[in-house]
Nanobody, 122 residues
Framework: QVQVVESGGRLVQPGGSLRLSCAAS????????MGWFRQAPGTERAFVAF????????YYADSVKGRFTISRDNAKNTVYLQMNSLKPEDTAVYYC???????????????WGQGTQVTVSS
């Protein structure tokens, strides 16, 4: 069992930066693929990025490639999402998830946090 808790969401102006954190419980954190997803009002949950257990493999949605960076610190059981050059269309609830597969499919992730709200607006 893994519990994950996201933090760091807030209101930010277009062009600004924000770093989200996801703290996970358990001694096997390093064995899990960690993913970030987001969901805007009236839309389905969408893949943002994932990182392998060791951190050696990362993958991004085209919409965030070059602007967002996913990283992890296994000693701290934490994964991060650094978001730069934020746009209004990045506004969403951002979710952290843990799973065993390197995949963009949300239903392959077994453990989810409650989400953190990111609002990009002037």
């Amino acid at each position: 069992q893994v519990q994950v808790v996201e933090s760091g969401g807030r209101l930010v102006q277009p062009g600004g930066s924000l770093r989200l954190s996801c703290a996970a419980s358990g001694r096997t954190f390093g064995s899990y693929v960690m993913g970030w997803f987001r969901q805007a009002p009236g839309t389905e949950r969408a893949f943002v990025a994932f990182i392998s257990g060791s951190g050696s493999v990362t993958y991004y949605a085209d919409s965030v490639k070059g602007r967002f960076t996913i990283s992890r610190d296994n000693a701290k059981n934490t994964v991060y999402l650094q978001m730069n050059s934020l746009k209004p269309e990045d506004t969403a609830v951002y979710y952290c998830a843990a799973g065993r597969l390197q995949t963009i499919m949300s239903d392959r992730y077994a453990y989810w946090g409650q989400g953190t709200q990111v609002t990009v607006s002037s």
